[in-house]
Nanobody, 130 residues
């Protein structure tokens, strides 16, 4: 059905940058929106950024606004998360997720709640050191 594969994680010093990529293999399914989530040790998984794949509308959690940028390359079926000004508190496992359907579903939204997503990648580690 749908496969999401993240890449681009790793270790970086505080203030540095990383770009995460998420390659989507969706076959006959189409995404309505996609997002990035993260889970730090001892914390719940939270939505970081999301994008409506039709309109390009993007949403961000307050803690990353002005530092992270979500984008998409429809030709490559790839989702990106450019992370600048990384902080130690950004250390987490990052997950790509999407809401995919087999029909011409349309929505204007780009939710940050994980319950709104039906496909998930395996996750990739991002570690920021001081």
């Amino acid at each position: 059905q749908v496969q999401l594969v993240e890449s681009g994680g790793g270790s970086v010093q505080s203030g540095g940058s990383l770009r995460l990529s998420c390659a989507a293999s969706a076959y006959t399914y189409r995404s309505a929106y996609m997002g990035w989530f993260r889970k730090a040790p001892g914390k719940q998984r939270e939505g970081v950024a999301s994008i409506n794949t039709g309109t390009g509308l993007a949403n961000y959690v307050d803690s990353v606004k002005g530092r992270f940028t979500i984008s998409q390359d429809n030709a490559k079926n790839t989702l990106y998360l450019q992370m600048n000004g990384l902080k130690v508190e950004d250390t987490a496992m990052y997950y790509c997720a999407g809401y995919f359907r087999g029909d011409n579903y349309y929505t204007r939204g780009a939710p940050l709640g994980q319950a709104a997503y039906n496909y998930w990648g395996q996750g990739i580690q991002v570690t920021v050191s001081s």
